[in-house]
Structures are given as structure tokens and as C-alpha cells.
């Protein structure tokens, strides 16, 4: 029998497996670097969106506490609607405060609480003087009155 010559070993350098693979590789970390980097680009930016819009929504909290008195103690609205009534109808009388620890109204059958906006209904029978009073948790105290007609 003849023996016949091992085959011939091919270099690595050779091999067109070695070369597309190489080649596969390097592109898919090339987009995966590219897919990472994005990523991280949008997460940036929605940070930064995100910090923008708390610090939107602060300034117009700060704004809102501005126009409803601030760090003020105050009685900001007493008023009633309408002006006048006759008698057996119904009138609404609202208040808005800011900074009060408790409100009391006077004659008011109905449960009063700080508030920047509060209405009740009231059906007073005859001309009536109702009287706001706000109190501040230091004990200080502060009122308005106002006369509803009823003719």
C-alpha cells in the first residue's frame, strides 16, 4: 500500500472562515458601540428634559404661592354672589386664605377649612353681617366681614 502524504495544513492566515469572521465580529461591535452610545445620548436627554420640566413646575408652584400670599398670613377673597337675594333664595359665600391654621365664619351652619378657594351656600332669612375669621398656628388671628341684603 502506498502511504499517502498527510494532508497539507492550511495557515489560519489562509482560511477565508478566519477572515469573515474577523470581519463579523468587528462589525457587530462596531454597532453595538454605536447602539450604546445612542442609548446613551437619549437617556441624557431625557434627564435633562426631565430636570427642565421640575424646574418649570417649581417656578410656577413658586408662582402660585406668590399670587395666593405667599408666606403671607392673610384672608385673600371674602365676597359673596350675588350682591344681594331675596328672601328663601341662595347666595354663595366664599373665602380664600393662605397660611391660616383654621378659619372660622360666623352665622355658619356649614364645616369652614383653610383654603385658597372655598365656597358654602347660605339662605339667610333677613340682612345678615357674616364675619371670616383665619387664625395662624402662632395664635394670631385676623378677620373681615361682609353684609348680605335681603330684601
Not at 408666606?71 to 377673597?77: R, S, T, V, W
Amino acid at each position: 500500500m502506498l502511504s499517502q502524504p498527510p494532508p497539507e495544513r492550511r495557515s489560519l492566515l489562509k482560511n477565508p472562515l478566519t477572515y469573515s469572521t474577523a470581519v463579523v465580529l468587528i462589525a457587530a461591535l462596531v454597532v453595538g458601540l454605536i447602539l450604546y452610545t445612542r442609548w446613551e445620548n437619549t437617556r441624557g436627554l431625557e434627564r435633562q428634559q426631565k430636570e427642565e420640566r421640575a424646574e418649570k413646575q417649581r417656578e410656577q408652584d413658586r408662582k402660585a404661592v406668590d399670587e395666593l400670599g405667599g408666606k403671607e398670613f392673610a384672608i385673600l377673597d371674602f365676597y359673596v354672589v350675588p350682591k344681594a337675594i331675596e328672601k328663601g333664595q341662595t347666595a354663595q359665600l366664599c373665602y380664600g386664605v393662605s397660611n391660616a391654621e383654621s378659619v372660622k365664619l360666623e352665622p355658619q351652619p356649614h364645616e369652614v377649612w383653610p383654603s385658597a378657594a372655598h365656597c358654602v351656600d347660605v339662605s339667610p332669612m333677613k340682612t345678615t353681617t357674616y364675619k371670616l375669621t383665619i387664625e395662624n398656628d402662632e395664635g394670631h388671628s385676623k378677620s373681615q366681614t361682609l353684609e348680605l341684603p335681603v330684601h
